[in-house]
């Protein structure tokens, strides 16, 4: 089966990330490229808020596709993941029938067809045409039993229903996968995928991103941000702020009207970039040190 989905070069894909305001490099594009040239789940890891997941959505509007999202947590079991039959209405369409004198056989052929069947997550992605992005994210939060299972999903695209049949992907989805390193993933599951690591963005990066996702932004202010989280982050923080909070600081400073960050209302902001009170406490009293060394 081929990848539903070819882009002419790495370049042409960056293009069209970068139209959905996805501000890749040179090693993301590469990966990325070639799991669909290959049709290769990616596997992307990386620190949380540094645009893992908006990989996934920013691919999926690119390909003009759905994007199938499977949120991964502990106790996550196959049937949340795959589907379920909706017994309330199997039950009451039992009574109906049987008032009817339908027959058994006819009425066991009717429970069990599309109108009383759940799709799930990866069975809507097997059935879905065209195929779609699908997001595993966070597969470190589920258990190793859960992962294992999802092997066999991603070896075969298909899956068997006793009651209903065997449904298997005509193409297979585009697949991502994000984790956070809560735990280690198997190693069958890393064989399985191609492998791009995300961590914090340079200065670059962080300023091509916040003038990608914030069009508006003063170019001053958008550089003493960039200029602050290069800073920042080198500080001994409990929670290195990512890109996603990046992004929500901008917007608050500009919702306030700041061009720069000698506003005195600076301070007051923080809670939007930081998300512990220590690092909140430890920022505010570092500010002034930071702005007399600018």
């Given at each position: 089966?081929?990848?539903?989905?070819?882009f002419?070069?790495?370049?042409?894909?960056?293009?069209?990330?970068?139209?959905?305001?996805?501000?890749?490099?040179?090693?993301?594009?590469?990966?990325?490229?070639?799991?669909?040239?290959?049709?290769?789940?990616l596997l992307?890891?990386?620190?949380?808020?540094?645009?893992?997941?908006?990989?996934?959505?920013?691919?999926?509007?690119?390909?003009?596709?759905?994007?199938?999202?499977?949120?991964?947590?502990?106790?996550?079991?196959?049937?949340?993941?795959?589907?379920?039959?909706?017994?309330?209405?199997?039950?009451?369409?039992?009574?109906?029938?049987?008032?009817?004198?339908?027959?058994?056989?006819?009425l066991?052929?009717?429970?069990?067809?599309?109108?009383?069947?759940?799709?799930?997550?990866?069975?809507?992605?097997?059935?879905?045409?065209?195929?779609?992005?699908?997001?595993?994210?966070?597969?470190?939060?589920?258990?190793?039993?859960?992962?294992?299972?999802l092997?066999?999903?991603?070896?075969?695209?298909?899956?068997?229903?006793?009651?209903?049949?065997?449904?298997?992907?005509?193409t297979?989805?585009?697949?991502v996968?994000?984790?956070?390193?809560?735990?280690?993933?198997?190693?069958?599951?890393?064989?399985?995928?191609?492998?791009?690591?995300?961590?914090?963005?340079?200065?670059?990066?962080?300023?091509?991103?916040?003038?990608?996702?914030?069009?508006?932004?003063?170019?001053?202010?958008?550089?003493?941000?960039?200029?602050?989280?290069?800073?920042?982050?080198?500080?001994?923080?409990?929670?290195?702020?990512?890109?996603?909070?990046?992004?929500?600081?901008?917007?608050?400073?500009?919702?306030?009207?700041?061009?720069?960050?000698?506003?005195?209302?600076i301070?007051?902001?923080?809670?939007?970039?930081?998300?512990d009170?220590?690092?909140?406490?430890?920022?505010?009293?570092?500010?002034?040190?930071?702005?007399?060394?600018?």
């Amino acid at each position: 089966m081929s990848a539903p989905t070819r882009f002419a070069s790495p370049e042409a894909l960056d293009a069209a990330l970068a139209g959905q305001g996805y501000v890749s490099d040179g090693e993301l594009r590469m990966t990325l490229y070639l799991a669909l040239a290959l049709n290769k789940p990616l596997l992307v890891e990386g620190p949380a808020g540094v645009g893992k997941t908006e990989i996934a959505k920013a691919l999926a509007a690119a390909v003009d596709t759905r994007l199938i999202r499977l949120q991964c947590y502990e106790g996550l079991d196959a049937a949340q993941a795959l589907y379920e039959w909706d017994y309330p209405r199997q039950l009451l369409e039992i009574r109906v029938q049987e008032a009817a004198g339908v027959s058994t056989d006819s009425l066991r052929d009717n429970l069990y067809s599309d109108s009383f069947l759940l799709e799930r997550p990866l069975l809507a992605a097997l059935r879905h045409s065209p195929p779609p992005v699908l997001l595993i994210d966070e597969l470190d939060r589920a258990d190793e039993a859960f992962e294992s299972f999802l092997l066999e999903i991603l070896s075969d695209w298909q899956i068997s229903i006793p009651e209903y049949g065997t449904v298997r992907a005509d193409t297979p989805p585009l697949v991502v996968i994000t984790g956070n390193r809560t735990r280690a993933l198997a190693e069958a599951t890393r064989r399985r995928c191609l492998y791009l690591w995300i961590d914090y963005p340079d200065r670059a990066k962080e300023l091509a991103v916040l003038q990608s996702r914030l069009p508006g932004i003063d170019t001053r202010l958008a550089e003493a941000i960039a200029d602050f989280l290069a800073w920042a982050r080198t500080q001994d923080l409990a929670k290195t702020p990512g890109l996603a909070e990046t992004l929500d600081w901008a917007a608050a400073l500009i919702e306030i009207g700041a061009t720069d960050l000698d506003d005195a209302r600076i301070t007051a902001t923080l809670g939007a970039l930081f998300k512990d009170p220590a690092d909140i406490d430890a920022m505010r009293a570092r500010l002034e040190d930071y702005r007399r060394s600018q």
